[in-house]
């Protein structure tokens, strides 16, 4: 069964922070996480990642640098900030009550 994408859309930055708390990372190495954790279930569009960052990145959640590749083409790089962290929680701790909520009416 493959994950609705409307339901997880509004959570695309959330996804990206939360992956960016371990390490940075890239574009391409975020959807291939993704897709791990979900079983290919569930796969970020290139569109759609880019643009959460760009979104990610103005609100200062997040900076991009350039990586130094000795082979093949140079990454751009994203590293979570200290606001991005607390923007993380903030979207976590909301998700997770309305999930709660939504638990509560389809039971």
């Given at each position: 069964?493959?994950?609705?994408?409307d339901?997880?859309?509004?959570?695309t930055e959330?996804?990206?922070?939360?992956s960016?708390?371990k390490?940075?990372?890239?574009?391409?190495?975020?959807?291939?996480?993704?897709?791990?954790?979900?079983?290919?279930?569930?796969?970020?569009k290139?569109?759609?990642l880019?643009?959460?960052?760009h979104?990610?990145?103005?609100?200062?959640h997040?900076?991009?640098y350039?990586g130094d590749?000795?082979?093949?083409?140079?990454?751009?790089?994203?590293?979570?900030?200290?606001?991005?962290r607390e923007a993380?929680?903030?979207?976590?701790?909301?998700?997770?009550?309305a999930?709660?909520?939504?638990?509560?009416?389809?039971d």
């Open positions: 069964m493959s994950i609705a994408s339901l997880l859309r509004g959570h959330t996804i990206i922070l939360t960016l708390l390490h940075d990372s890239y574009g391409y190495q975020i959807n291939k996480e993704v897709m791990k954790k979900t079983g290919s279930r569930y796969e970020l290139e569109a759609t880019y643009s959460a960052f979104r990610l990145e103005q609100a200062g997040i900076t991009a350039w590749e000795n082979s093949g083409a140079r990454r751009k790089y994203y590293r979570i900030t200290a606001s991005g993380r929680l903030a979207n976590k701790k909301e998700w997770e009550e999930k709660e909520i939504i638990d509560q009416l389809l």
